[in-house]
Every structure is written in structure tokens, then in C-alpha cells.
């Protein structure tokens, strides 16, 4: 059934350490309950990455919000299997050496951008954030001479530095980093929720973060992960029911776990302490539709 | 016959031929001679600059230098600037004035770098020291303008307060009245980066009128530009101004007062400022323009024609820093009219725009320097380079000591020829023997490394990002650069194998930053084991380092020589390896 993917990993069989320590992170549609396989995986080493052939049917690993109940995830097209495995490493691969944080913020224009990057000092950042405020709020009045020529410039400077505060107000702002654990796996992460600006981006980060495989700096590099720690992370049998769909938790304040996705954007971000992406079977509570749909899944199962 | 000549100087000759030196490094050379001389030496040393706030104890330098009357420290590493280290890294400078209130009564001066001032340590400065003269925070930040109320009211002798690029937290504009009317000891005030809308006019017109020394002052944005004439005009005897904002829809006869209030100030060198400037206001600056030496427009957001305007009444001029919006017809004018040109600084006014929408090109920068051969020092960001460029650019400025090239999007080739930078930096390295301080950027391989390793001998500082094929890069600085003290790496493939094979080299440097590598948690654990004298520290916000495998990459880690062991000072996401393969928290 496997292609020639990594380590002979076989249908059920979860005790799959590869010998290349790579593994790939899958999680199957809801709505493909039968080709269900799980391999769970994070590639750190490059060069000769080989992704898993994953079943067909399953689909790119997401995370769910409460957004997504009671509506389905949409199948996969499907595909074949390599190709949707090879297409999320060229996109790991794409942003390696430059992305791997979950700090980069996307620039308006779309190129990714990197932490600290150009190095300008937060100061002369501060500055020009503010100057074009300054430009941007005065108008300047007719009796100047060339006034013509003063407010082109004026335009053509706001440009720029709307541009610096676009960026550099998400990049200065306070960051608000909050720990991000995820079922099966023994690392936290952390992650800066005031530079992202809704659930969308978040939810994308943080598939970016477990889900997909974790961009090297350097295709030439040598770093793979040891063998001791793809035992602690292939944790078996639970991730074989089925039930492999993850669900984006947080805990308030007061201790409570909730559904993400629920509050508007702000108050969530002023009552979030940290965040679990949970299994969905492990879910239970959280919300009465999650909860219907894993008793509808488990059932399919048995 | 020689020993008999050395004895019969008495201590007071020595100390007295001794107080004609006055650099560290001939200090330190001093004080290797004999037991005598370091005795001697360190009764009379009365300066001591500290790169690395924790290389030493504020105690053991006490203990060495017992009447020490200026110090410097600087604290957070460079990176800190671009918000790579994370908040509450340290550097606090409290332990340090504590000590120095008991030991050093006399104590005259303090400057920091990139330092945590509170309000406290301000407090204790102000009470400690009776005979106060100078403090300059650079970059510095954890205090407000209480603090600064306690300085101004409690030093009677302050001579220079300068606060250059500090973040502070500005209460109120008031704390200007706490200098008494009897204080009339200023020489230099820099309140260019406090940020409150409101600042006491009144009393900074009366400060500034009372101090008939006053040689540098540089206001903040709250002064706007009617008030300039008048304090410029209580002041004709400045040598360095900053304005405060350079906007005003004011009649235009305030252009004609502004303008003769420049041209009394006839020692007048140096001039910066220029927040929101309006153009219509530039010309006041003409007459001071012929004599002017340093010209700081960067945070002046005029375009050309302006600019070339400006640059080309300022023959004397020696130091431009000034946005891309000079573009390359303006470092034309420059070049042909400034011969002297000593530092140029060429900062972008859009550094996140994908597309450059200033024509500012490498063609800018070697039109400068075929113009400006004395140039020394470049700072130069732009969005597009040629190895042809660096090539002309080093063979035209061999003084060049500061070479700093920033283009915009990593790992940018060559835009002529599609290959990397090695050969342009090659050159640079190769024919600016001088060369003290480097920054790279642009596509490059382990080859520039190569060419670093063989012919920068005297660098100093190396600043490297996303750069490099393997250790083999990081080997061949480590191995060649003679003189480095100070090498920071981010987004390189760097990983352990150049990092041991150089311990040793470590402890010959003041530091060593790396950020998002490849060198792993074993190897800095080694590291922290092998080298005694070495503080290696892990910086990790997500899990204690010992929690991952060995093999892992850490994600930023800081290493620096030191005599005092760890410190003790460390927030929770920084942990120091030891001596016995512990990570210590």
C-alpha cells in the first residue's frame, strides 16, 4: 500500500520510526474515515527529505477552530498522495532559512519578512512610525510656496513610512507570546498572538508550526532529529482511531478550557493564557457540536 | 645598570609619566610591565571602559582601580537593536552604581550603552556623586523623567546630559525646572529622543540662556520652530544643534528671523533634527551651511531637489547621514562637492516596500566614493549591488575603517552577473587594510569567509546574516581574523564543528552571538564545560534547552568572556552552561 515512502511504515502500523528520522504529519478528513492514517512527524533534516506516502484520501494536516463546526472540512481533492506531501515540502523548503518563527509577519505587499530584518534600530523605527502619522494627519496649507510640489512629496513620503508603520507597529508592538502545546507532542512552542490580526493567520501559523514540516535553515545542513526523540514523539495507538483531527484550544483566565474561535479576535486576546491543539476525542466538552461529531466519528470506527 | 635606572624614578614621576596615557590598551601594556608599574598604574587610572557589563564585577574593578573617576558600560549585545534579544535580557546598571556609591565619592562621569537605568539608579547617581559632570545614556532604557528631575536638581556641577536614543518614559515635560538657577555648568544636552508633546519651554530658555558654555544641544520634537530662534539666539555660541520639529505654518517672516538667528551662531558645526521638516524652511540653514561638518537628515523626510540644495553649500562637510531620498543625483552632487567626506550614512525610507520607489542604486554609493576618496565610514542600505560596484568602491576609499552594507532582501546576487557578493566583499577586505567594522549581506558563499579569514586582520566587529554554505565560513573568521572582538551571525548554516575547533579563539573575543543556526545544545553545553572562562548562555523562550535532545539547534545563544563567573541577573529564558555540563538557572 505504501509507496516507497520512508521507514516501510504500513497501513495501522503506528511504531514507525524511519531511518532517516524523518517523519510527516498527516491528519485525515473527517469525511474519509476509512483511509484514516496517521503518521506523525516533524523533518528537520534536508537534503534527502523523503515525505511518507500518505493514503489517499487524507488530506493537508489543519487545526480546527470553532469555525469549522458544524460545516465539514471539505475533502481533499484527491490527489495522489505524494504529490500533496511533496507540494507542503516545497513550501517548507521555500521558506527555509528565512521563516522559522512564528514572528515573521507577512509584509504588506506579500514577501515574507523576517524578525529583525533590515536592521534598522527600533528607535529610527519609532520615528518614522510616527512621522508618518504626522504627515498623514497635517495638511499643508496653500500659502506655502510650491505647494504643489510640497504634498506630491508629501504623498510620495507617506508611502514609505506607511509602510514603516504597517510593519513596524505589528513588529513594536508589545508582543503577547503565549505557550502552544500539541497533543502527541512533548515540545512547546511558543507563538506571538499580537502579530497575528484575526484566527485565520493564527490557525495558518500554528499548522505552519506542528502540522507541517518544519523548514531547515539550509538545504545543505546537517541537523536531524536524534533517535530518541522520535520515540517520545511517535506515540502510538491514539492517533490510529481516527478520531486524528485537532481542534485549536486555549485556556482562560479563570482556567476554563475553550473552543478558539468563539469570541471576537480582541477579547480573545485579552483572556487567552495558553493554547492546546487538542485531539478532537480528547476534546470532549469543549463544545456540544465538537462533541456530536466525535461520537459520530467513533461510531463510523467501530 | 637599567634596573638601577628604573628604581630611581620616585612613584610621583612614574604616576606623573603615566597620566600622559591615556588609551586602555596602553594602560593595560603599562600595568604588564612590572609589578611596580601595575601597582603604580592602577592607584592613578582614572578611566575605565567596560565593553561587556558582565566580563567583570563591579567589585574586582573596584578592587583593581580604587580611584576611577569616569566609567563606561555597555550591556545588551548589538542585536538587541533589532529586538533579536528578548525583553528583560539584562544589563541593569543598579549593582553597579550601588557599588561604585561607596567606593567612588568622586566619581565624575558615566556613560552607558544599551544599559537598564531606573529611576533608582538615577536617584543614587544623583546623591552619591558631589562632584557629578557627565552622563550619557546611549540606547538605554527602564527609567522616566523623574529620574532626570533627580539628576538635574541634585548634580550642582553637571556638565553634560545626554540621552541619545534612549527610550524614556516622559512624564511631563516639568522636570527641565528642577535645574536650579544657579546651575550654569552645561555643556552639552541631548533631549532629542524624550517624547512628550509638552516640554518647559520657559525653563530650557532659561537653562540654555544661563550656561554661556553650552557647546551642544540637541532638542526633541515638542520644540517647534518658532521657538528655535529664540534659544539659538541665547546660544550663538553652539558648535552642535538639533532641532525639534523643522514643521510650521507660521507667517513667513519667522523664516527670516529663523534665518538670522542661524547665521549668529557662527561656531556652528554640526546640525541634526529635522523631524517633519516642510521645506519652505531649509533655507535659513544657508548661511550656516558653508561651515558645516556633520549633517544629520536622517529623519528629515525632503526629497530633491532639496537635498542636493542643501549638500551642495556644505564644503566642509565630513558627515552625512540622510535617507535614500537622496537618491543617486544626489550622492552625485555630494560627491562632487563635498572632497572631504569622511562618514556617509544612507538610511531607506521604506525598508518593507517590496519594489524601491527611490532611485537610490549601488551606482549612488560608487559615485561617492570615486568623489570622496578620505571616506571612512559607510552605512548604506539599498535594494541592489554589483561585485563591480565593491570592487570600484574598495580600490576607491583604501581608508575605509566602517564598512556597513545593508541590501534590503537576503541573499540578493549580483544583479548583473546572478553570482554571489564573495568578490565584491573580497575586495573590500583586501584593500581596506584599515577595515575595523563589517557588515555583510547579499547572496554569499563560504568564499567570502575565505577572503575575510585571509585579509581582515584588523576587523574587529563582523556582522553576518544569511550568509554562508557550512562551518567551513564560520571556521575561516574564526581561524584568520586576528583582531575580532566581536562577531555576531544570524540565519547562517554554521553549525559545531568551526565552533569547537575554535574554543580557544573565544576567549581572545569580548563576544559571540548566534541566532537561528545550526549549532546544537551539545555543543554549547561542551563549550561551557571545556572553557572556565567563557559564560556561554542559551537563550531559549519556549522549553529549558536540556529538555530537547542534544543534537537539537538552539535557537539563539551568547557567548562572552568574563573573570567573574556566571551571572546572577538572568530572566528565566536564558540559561548558562557550567563547568560540569549543567545548565544552570
Redesign the interface.
Same mark, same amino acid.
Given at each position: 500500500m505504501e509507496g516507497s515512502g520512508v521507514g516501510g511504515s504500513e497501513s495501522g502500523s503506528m511504531s514507525t520510526v524511519s531511518r532517516e528520522d524523518n517523519m510527516v504529519v498527516s491528519s485525515v478528513d473527517s469525511s474519509c474515515p476509512d483511509e484514516s492514517e496517521l503518521e506523525l512527524g516533524l523533518g528537520l533534516s534536508l537534503g534527502g527529505f523523503k515525505t511518507h506516502q500518505v493514503s489517499k484520501g487524507a488530506q493537508f494536516a489543519r487545526i480546527l477552530t470553532s469555525k469549522d463546526f458544524p460545516s465539514v472540512i471539505p475533502d481533499a481533492s484527491p490527489s495522489s498522495s505524494s504529490s500533496s506531501s511533496s507540494s507542503s515540502l516545497t513550501r517548507a523548503n521555500v521558506t527555509a532559512g528565512t521563516k522559522r518563527t512564528a514572528d515573521s509577519v507577512a509584509a504588506a505587499n506579500g514577501s515574507s519578512q523576517v524578525m529583525g530584518w533590515p536592521p534598522i534600530r527600533a528607535y529610527r523605527m519609532n520615528s518614522m512610525v510616527s512621522q508618518a502619522k504626522y504627515l498623514a494627519a497635517e495638511g499643508f496649507n496653500s500659502t506655502m510656496e510650491n505647494h504643489k510640489s510640497e504634498t506630491s512629496m508629501v504623498e510620495k513620503s507617506t508611502a514609505g513610512f506607511d509602510r514603516y508603520q504597517n510593519n513596524s507597529s505589528i513588529k513594536l508592538r508589545k508582543s503577547l507570546f503565549v505557550k502552544v502545546n500539541m497533543d502527541g507532542i512533548p515540545i512547546g512552542r511558543k507563538v506571538d498572538l499580537n502579530a497575528h490580526e484575526s484566527y485565520e493567520k493564527l490557525v495558518k501559523t500554528l499548522e505552519d508550526m506542528f502540522l507541517k514540516t518544519t523548514p531547515s535553515i539550509n538545504p545543505a545542513g546537517s541537523t536531524t532529529l536524534e533517535l530518541g526523540m522520535m520515540k517520545k514523539i511517535t506515540r502510538p495507538s491514539k492517533l490510529l482511531d481516527g478520531s486524528s483531527d485537532f481542534v485549536l484550544t486555549y485556556e482562560d483566565k479563570e482556567g476554563d478550557w475553550m473552543l478558539v474561535g468563539d469570541v471576537p479576535w480582541e477579547m480573545f486576546l485579552s483572556s487567552v493564557k495558553r493554547l492546546r491543539i487538542m485531539r478532537t476525542s480528547e476534546a470532549t466538552g469543549l463544545a456540544p457540536r465538537l462533541e456530536e461529531r466525535n461520537h459520530r466519528q467513533r461510531s463510523k470506527h467501530i | 645598570m637599567q634596573k638601577k635606572m628604573m628604581y630611581s624614578f620616585p612613584d610621583d614621576v612614574l604616576e606623573h609619566v603615566f597620566s600622559f596615557i591615556q588609551s586602555d590598551k596602553d594602560r593595560n601594556a603599562v600595568s604588564a610591565v612590572c609589578k611596580l608599574w601595575y601597582e603604580i598604574e592602577r592607584w592613578c587610572r582614572r578611566k575605565v571602559f567596560i565593553g561587556n557589563c558582565y566580563a567583570v564585577s563591579p567589585r574586582v574593578v573596584i578592587k583593581r582601580f580604587p580611584e576611577v573617576r569616569s566609567i563606561e558600560l555597555k550591556g545588551k549585545p548589538h &542585536?538587541a537593536? &533589532?529586538?533579536?534579544v528578548p525583553d528583560g535580557w539584562g544589563g541593569y546598571v543598579l549593582p553597579w552604581i550601588v557599588e561604585m556609591a561607596g567606593a567612588y565619592p568622586c566619581l565624575e562621569e558615566i556613560r552607558l550603552k544599551r544599559m537598564v537605568v531606573t529611576d533608582e539608579s538615577l536617584e543614587l547617581i544623583a546623591k552619591s556623586f558631589k562632584n557629578f559632570k557627565v552622563l550619557v545614556l546611549f540606547?538605554c532604557e527602564g527609567f522616566s523623567t523623574d529620574g532626570l528631575a533627580a539628576i538635574a536638581a541634585g548634580c550642582k556641577n553637571l556638565r553634560e546630559l545626554d540621552l541619545r +536614543?534612549s527610550?524614556v518614559d516622559d512624564l511631563s515635560g516639568h522636570w527641565l525646572t528642577h535645574f536650579p538657577e544657579t546651575c550654569t555648568s552645561l555643556v552639552s544636552l541631548n533631549i532629542s529622543?524624550l517624547g512628550s508633546d509638552e516640554v518647559s519651554f520657559s525653563a530650557l530658555e532659561r537653562l540654555v540662556g544661563r550656561c554661556p558654555n553650552l557647546k551642544s544641544l540637541r532638542l526633541n520634537r515638542a520644540v517647534t520652530l518658532d521657538k528655535i530662534a529664540n534659544i539659538l539666539r541665547r546660544a550663538p555660541q553652539l558648535v552642535d544643534f538639533g532641532t525639534g520639529n523643522y514643521?510650521s +505654518?507660521l507667517p513667513p517672516d519667522v523664516l527670516l528671523n529663523l534665518a538670522g538667528a542661524f547665521s549668529s551662531c557662527k561656531e556652528l558645526k554640526s546640525l541634526s533634527g529635522f523631524?517633519?521638516v516642510?521645506?519652505?524652511y531649509l533655507p535659513a540653514l544657508y548661511s550656516v551651511c558653508s561651515r558645516l561638518t556633520s549633517l544629520n537628515l %536622517?529623519?528629515a523626510?525632503?526629497?530633491n531637489p532639496e537635498i542636493i540644495k542643501l549638500v551642495s553649500r556644505c564644503p566642509s562637510l565630513q558627515r552625512l547621514l540622510v535617507l535614500d531620498?537622496i537618491e543617486d543625483s544626489g550622492l552625485e552632487a555630494l560627491a562632487s562637492s563635498c572632497k572631504d567626506l569622511q562618514e556617509l550614512r544612507v538610511?531607506?525610507?521604506?525598508? &518593507?516596500?517590496?519594489?524601491p520607489?527611490v532611485s537610490l542604486t549601488e551606482q549612488g554609493l560608487v559615485t561617492v566614493s570615486l568623489g570622496c576618496p578620505k571616506l571612512q565610514s559607510i552605512l548604506y &542600505?539599498c535594494h541592489r549591488m554589483t561585485n563591480a560596484a565593491l570592487v570600484t568602491i574598495a580600490q576607491s576609499c583604501p581608508n575605509l575603517t566602517r564598512f556597513r552594507l545593508?541590501i534590503?532582501e537576503?541573499k540578493t546576487a549580483d544583479y548583473l552577473t546572478l553570482e554571489p557578493l564573495d568578490v565584491g566583499f573580497g575586495a573590500i577586505v583586501e584593500h581596506c587594510k584599515d577595515l575595523r567594522r563589517l557588515?555583510l549581506s547579499g547572496l554569499l558563499t563560504d568564499r567570502v569567509f575565505e577572503y575575510i579569514g585571509t585579509y581582515a586582520k584588523k576587523l574587529e566587529m563582523l556582522?553576518v546574516?544569511?550568509a554562508g554554505? %557550512?562551518d567551513l565560513g564560520l571556521h575561516h573568521v574564526l581561524f584568520g581574523c586576528e583582531s575580532l572582538r566581536k562577531l555576531e551571525i544570524?540565519?547562517?548554516?554554521f553549525?559545531d564543528k568551526a565552533l569547537l575547533a575554535n574554543a580557544a579563539k573565544l576567549e581572545t573575543m569580548r563576544s559571540l552571538w548566534m541566532s537561528?543556526?545550526?549549532v546544537?545544545f551539545g555543543a554549547c553545553k561542551l563549550l561551557g564545560q571545556k572553557m572556565p572562562r567563557l559564560n556561554v548562555e542559551v537563550i531559549d +523562550?519556549?522549553?529549558p534547552p536540556d529538555?530537547?535532545?542534544?543534537?537539537?539547534?538552539v +535557537?539563539k545563544f551568547y557567548i562572552y568572556r568574563s573573570v567573574s563567573g556566571p551571572r546572577f541577573d538572568k530572566p528565566p529564558f536564558v540559561w548558562t552552561m557550567d563547568e560540569e555540563g549543567k545548565i544552570m538557572h
Open positions: - | &542585536f537593536d &533589532f529586538n533579536l540606547s +536614543e527610550e529622543c514643521a +505654518e523631524w517633519d516642510v521645506p519652505a %536622517s529623519y523626510t525632503i526629497q531620498y538610511f531607506p525610507s521604506d525598508p &518593507f516596500g517590496g519594489e520607489h &542600505f545593508c534590503i537576503p557588515s556582522s546574516a544569511f554554505d %557550512s544570524r540565519d547562517c548554516p553549525g537561528s543556526c545550526t546544537s +523562550e519556549t522549553e529538555s530537547r535532545p542534544e543534537s537539537c539547534p +535557537e
